[in-house]
Structure formats: structure tokens, C-alpha cells
């Protein structure tokens, strides 16, 4: 089952013009030491930047609370699966709003989606609830 659908659209300039201005001070206030290191390996690292504060937009609005209800930035990271495919790590209030969407006998699941085309980053979040398997 659906528990929440978020997307985001995030002009990649804004984006450059923010890190231009307020540089590390921002990148530590937005990213995980995971998406900075991922980020700063790429050669659009503007863009990768751009990607995931989007994914945090999608996925602050897919929880149902947006960027407060002690759901902040840092609480929720882009990451890759072994497989490639691109999901959310949630800790902090995240984590805590998710536990508290997620009916019992469930666990939740977040499909995410990212993409680029100058100048514009989009993302899309899916959580959902998938019946819990473990004996």
C-alpha cells in the first residue's frame, strides 16, 4: 500500500548560486557525508547536488510533514542500492515520522526516482508499506 507520493522540481542554477555564496556551510547543512562524497566525484557535481536536495523535497513531502515535525535535511540521505537503484536513508525525525506511518505487520519501502535536464533536477519519492515476511 501507498503511504505517501512526493516530487520535486529544483533549478540546478539556484543550486550553483547557493553553494557560490554560502559553500560549505550549506552543502554540511543539506547533505549526508555520503551524498558530498558521491557528489564531489562526479563531474556535474552541481547537478548531483541538485538531484538530491530535490530527492529530500520528494521525500519531506512524501512523509506528510515537509521540512519541519523534526524532519530536517540531514535526516534523510540519497543512497544506492547494491543494485544501482537509488532509495532514501532516514534517520532522526525522518526515521521516526516513517515509523509512524508504517502499519504494523509492514515495513516500509522508499522507491525513488532522480533526474536531470538543464537546468532543471527532479525527483520523485514513493513510500510504501509492504507485508512483512520474516517469520
Known amino acids: 500500500m501507498i503511504l ?3 516530487a520535486d522540481t ?18 554540511d547543512r543539506i547533505f549526508t557525508e555520503t551524498e558530498r562524497t558521491k557528489a564531489e ?8 547536488y541538485a538531484k538530491r536536495f530535490a530527492a529530500k523535497e520528494a521525500c519531506a513531502k512524501a512523509l506528510g510533514t515537509g521540512m519541519r515535525n523534526g524532519v530536517w535535511w540531514r535526516d534523510m540521505g540519497v543512497v544506492n542500492l547494491s ?3 537509488p532509495t532514501m536513508r532516514l534517520t532522526g525525525g525522518a526515521l521516526k ?3 509512524a506511518i508504517t502499519p504494523n505487520g509492514h515495513e516500509a519501502r522508499i522507491d525513488v526516482s532522480i533526474t536531470d535536464e538543464w537546468p532543471l533536477a527532479q525527483a520523485f519519492v514513493v513510500i510504501s508499506a509492504v ?5
Open 97 to 99: 515520522r516513517l515509523q
Open 41 to 48: 566525484r562526479r563531474r556535474n557535481r552541481i547537478a548531483t
Open 4 to 6: 505517501g507520493i512526493g
Open 10 to 27: 529544483t533549478d540546478i542554477r539556484r543550486i550553483e548560486k547557493v553553494i557560490e555564496r554560502h559553500g560549505d556551510r550549506f552543502l
Open 83 to 85: 543494485t544501482g537503484r
Open 131 to 135: 507485508k512483512d515476511e520474516t517469520p
